[in-house]
C-alpha cells in the first residue's frame, strides 16, 4: 500500500469555524491531491499540487484553499465552514516521473460533518 | 470540459452471474482511462487502467476495454463473487495535465449469495 495518511478521519464542526485536513505521504511524489466524495457526484477534485508551494485549483475550489510547504504534506483548509461542505474528503498522489505515473494512490479518507 | 458517464446503481446480482457497468466518456484527445473500486469503508484502489485505443485491462478477473470509436471503457467480469460488492468508479486523465482525474458517478454493486 502507498504510505499515505489523512488526519483526522473524522470530524465533526460547526458552521463557520475554520477547519484544516492534513495529507501525509512517505512516497516523495510530486503531485499531490484533495478531492471530495458525495452522493451521485463520485469524487471531485478540489485542488491539487505539481510541486512544494505550487498549487492549483480545481472543479469545486470555492471555499477551500491549499497549502503545500515540503513534499509530503498537503493541507486542505475551509476557512470558514459551511453545511455544504459536509463530505467525504480524499488525498491522493502521483508521480508521472514513474513507470506506471499515470495511477493516482488513494488516502483512507477524512469523513467532515458542518453543523 | 472532460467528462465521464457510468450506468447508475445500485445493480444487484446473485453470485456467479455476469456482470457489466457501462462508462462512456467525453474528451479532447485521448485520455487514460481507469476503474476505481470502493469497498465498504474504504478508499479507492486502482482496479484496471488502459493507456491507448484497443487496450484491455484486467485485474482480478474483470476487464475492460478502450474503445476510442465508442469513447467506451466497459467494465466486464464473468462470474461476480460476494466479495466484489463495492463502488466501482470509472475515470479519465491525460497524464500532460498533472493526471487529474476526472470521475463518473459511481455504481454500487451488491452480490448475494
Known amino acids: 500500500d502507498a504510505g499515505i495518511t489523512q488526519s483526522p478521519r473524522h470530524k465533526v464542526t460547526e458552521t463557520g469555524t475554520p477547519v484544516t485536513l492534513r495529507c501525509h505521504q512517505t512516497e516523495n511524489h510530486r503531485y499531490m491531491y484533495w478531492y471530495r466524495q458525495d452522493p451521485g457526484h463520485g469524487l471531485r477534485l478540489i485542488h491539487y499540487?505539481?510541486?512544494?508551494?505550487?498549487?492549483d485549483k480545481g472543479e469545486v475550489s470555492d471555499g477551500y484553499s491549499v497549502s503545500r510547504s515540503k513534499t509530503e504534506d498537503f493541507l486542505l483548509t475551509l476557512e470558514s465552514a459551511t453545511s455544504s461542505q459536509t463530505s467525504v474528503y480524499f488525498c491522493?498522489?502521483?508521480?508521472?516521473?514513474?513507470?506506471?505515473?499515470?495511477?493516482?494512490?488513494f488516502g483512507p479518507g477524512t469523513r467532515l460533518t458542518v453543523l | 470540459g472532460d467528462s465521464v458517464t457510468q450506468m447508475e446503481g445500485p445493480v444487484t446480482l446473485s453470485e456467479e452471474a455476469c456482470l457489466t457497468i457501462?462508462?462512456?466518456?467525453?474528451?479532447?484527445?485521448?485520455?487514460?482511462l481507469f476503474w476505481y473500486v470502493q469497498y465498504p469503508g474504504e478508499g479507492l484502489q486502482l482496479l484496471l487502467k488502459a493507456t491507448k485505443a484497443d487496450d484491455k485491462g484486467s485485474n482480478k478477473g474483470f476487464e475492460a476495454t478502450y474503445r476510442k470509436e465508442t469513447t467506451s471503457f466497459h467494465l466486464e467480469k464473468g462470474s461476480v463473487q460476494v466479495s466484489d460488492s463495492a463502488v466501482y468508479f470509472c475515470a479519465l486523465s491525460f497524464k500532460a495535465a498533472g493526471n487529474k482525474l476526472t470521475f463518473g458517478g459511481g455504481t454500487r454493486v451488491l452480490v448475494k449469495p
Open positions: 499540487s505539481y510541486g512544494v508551494k505550487d498549487t
Open positions: 457501462n462508462c462512456t466518456y467525453t474528451a479532447t484527445g485521448y485520455p487514460s
Open positions: 491522493a498522489i502521483s508521480d508521472s516521473r514513474l513507470p506506471l505515473g499515470d495511477e493516482q494512490f
